[in-house]
């Protein structure tokens, strides 16, 4: 997917890669277990969580981080 091609408002923005993506959970959870496979450890600034998988501190970030139940 071109990123040009996706508007800002329905877009995630990886702060770490700065691959944009559609705003949607799963296609943010593929991104992570495509792009960061070892990251366990929640990115998020002032956060210490650390989880058994990638996919959990995906879930840890849609959930806590960004509202999504």
């Given at each position: 997917m071109n990123p040009d091609?996706?508007?800002?408002?329905e877009a995630y923005g990886c702060s770490i890669c700065e691959v944009e993506f559609l705003r949607k959970p799963f296609v943010f959870m593929a991104h992570v277990e495509d792009h960061h496979p070892g990251?366990?450890?929640?990115?998020?600034?002032g956060?210490?969580?650390?989880?058994?998988?990638?996919?959990?501190?995906?879930?840890?970030?849609?959930?806590?981080?960004?509202?999504?139940l």
């Open positions: 091609d996706i508007l800002h408002i990251m366990t450890h929640c990115p998020y600034y956060c210490d969580e650390e989880f058994p998988t990638n996919i959990q501190m995906a879930q840890h970030v849609l959930l806590d981080h960004n509202g999504y």
